[in-house]
């Protein structure tokens, strides 16, 4: 059976920084670095070793890019300096345009809406109330059953001053100013896609 590099050359050419994926040595940090690594079906590695090996439906069909929440962990980590955030979100974009992923119901499930959500109704990322959502995607008893299994990891955090336990903050100051900067970049997204 022929080598199929078609797909991979479509990524390539057709995702968000997606001929960064060429670049990748496959070390691993960037899974090591996810706060989410443990629920991704496929590492960002695996991710893009699958596209060099052209299994586009594998790739395609996949939630794990729908589960990157744009920590930067990845990037900042990533020996060779790869915009890891930037491919894995191009990857998403490009299973949507090819019909594989309804964007939608995938960022509902997963945490990149909830991402969203909570950096946008007050300008800052509010880690109490971001995690308490994240856990309890699934139902209640699957949130304090997920609550209880990381009440180490969060008490750890409350003592280093790493965790805010007050899940309701106000806006940032200037909050107008922000909203006006994610009308506009909606505003030039749009005219993107529309090719204007």
């Not at 390539?12 to 940090?29: A, D, L, P």
């Not at 990322?125 to 949130?143: Q, S």
């Not at 309701?168 to 200037?174: A, Y």
Request: net charge positive.
């Amino acid at each position: 059976m022929a080598y199929d590099l078609s797909f991979a050359r479509d990524v390539y050419k057709n995702s968000e920084m997606g001929h960064w994926i060429k670049m990748c040595k496959q070390c691993g940090v960037c899974a090591g670095s996810c706060p989410l690594g443990p629920h991704w079906e496929f590492s960002p590695r695996q991710l893009f070793q699958m596209v060099r090996a052209g299994k586009k439906e594998e790739v395609l069909k996949s939630h794990s890019m729908w589960m990157c929440t744009s920590c930067y962990n990845c990037i900042v980590r990533c020996p060779r300096g790869l915009p890891i955030t930037h491919i894995v979100h191009g990857l998403a974009r490009y299973a949507s345009v090819k019909g594989y992923a309804d964007p939608d119901q995938v960022t509902n499930r997963f945490a990149t809406r909830i991402f969203w959500t909570n950096i946008v109704s007050t300008g800052r990322v509010g880690e109490a109330m971001l995690t308490m959502r994240l856990y309890f995607v699934d139902g209640i008893a699957a949130g304090i059953k997920q609550g209880l299994e990381m009440k180490d990891s969060a008490l750890g955090m409350l003592k280093a001053k790493r965790l805010n336990p007050i899940p309701l903050r106000g806006k940032i100051k200037g909050y107008a100013g922000f909203q006006a900067m994610l009308t506009k970049a909606q505003e030039l997204e749009e005219k993107r896609e529309s090719g204007v």
